[in-house]
């Protein structure tokens, strides 16, 4: 009889994780480089043989790996990153992976994130251009030119979240292992005058959004109905 309540209870945490996953990805919808959060649930079994009770797990999450639309802007500071890599900027929690190319030069010359992050080279090094020299110039390979002089590379790395991964900020990801440099990967290259945008689709969000609430709604009857059999059984065994 107690089963049945255990099970819808561990059901609602389950929904209401994937329900937090929703909302954060809904919000994210115009966020540039984010990629959506899905969750993955397993079973997980109580006792054996016939007496054996499957409770859902609080799911582990995971990064969608499809790839957002890219928009032209023609700002020379914006890069789009084409195949499967990301780039690389320092930030006071160290090294973070991230999809947004809203790149800018500050007075000293440094490459610089949108959050006023380094962006690192393929060496792990902070991106040292010429402030005399203006907007550098973006070969397909990352490699940056100012006049005829090349002044440096945007660092392009392979790298895999895994489950239950950190985020940092909106679109960043911390990496639980040191990413690898991407080298001679002719899929993967950069665009300037490029930007990712969100890979979430908020129609799909929202009709998962709705799936997510009817099975809440389904949980929670059962759990009232449990404990509406709970109230009988404890009556009638009180009344004898």
Known sequence: MQD?????????IAL???LDTIADNVANASTIGFRATGVKFEDVVSGTGPKSVSFASSGNTYL?????????????????????AWFAIETPVGTVMT????????????????????????GGAPIQ??????????????SLRQGDQ???????????PGQNFVRYGNSGIVPARTPEPVTDRPDVGVAQGFLEESNVNPVL?????????????????????????????????GSK
């Open 150 to 160: 090349l002044v440096g590379a945007i660092g392009l790395y392979d790298f895999d």
């Open 205 to 237: 969000e929202m009709t998962r959004l709705i799936m997510v609430q009817r099975a809440f709604e389904n949980t929670a009857a059962l759990i009232r109905q449990a404990d509406a059999t709970t109230d009988d059984a404890i009556k009638t065994l």
């Open 99 to 122: 999809r947004d190319g809203r790149f800018s030069m500050n007075d000293a010359g440094e490459l610089m994130s949108i959050e006023g992050h380094p962006v690192l080279d393929s």
């Open 64 to 84: 969608s790996n499809a790839h957002g639309p890219m928009t032209e802007t023609g700002n020379p500071f914006d890069f789009a990153i084409q195949g499967d």
């Open 129 to 142: 251009l010429d402030p005399r020299n203006g907007p550098p110039k973006a070969g397909a390979d990352g």
């Open 4 to 12: 049945s309540l255990y099970v819808a209870l561990s059901s609602q």
């Open 16 to 18: 209401e994780r994937r």
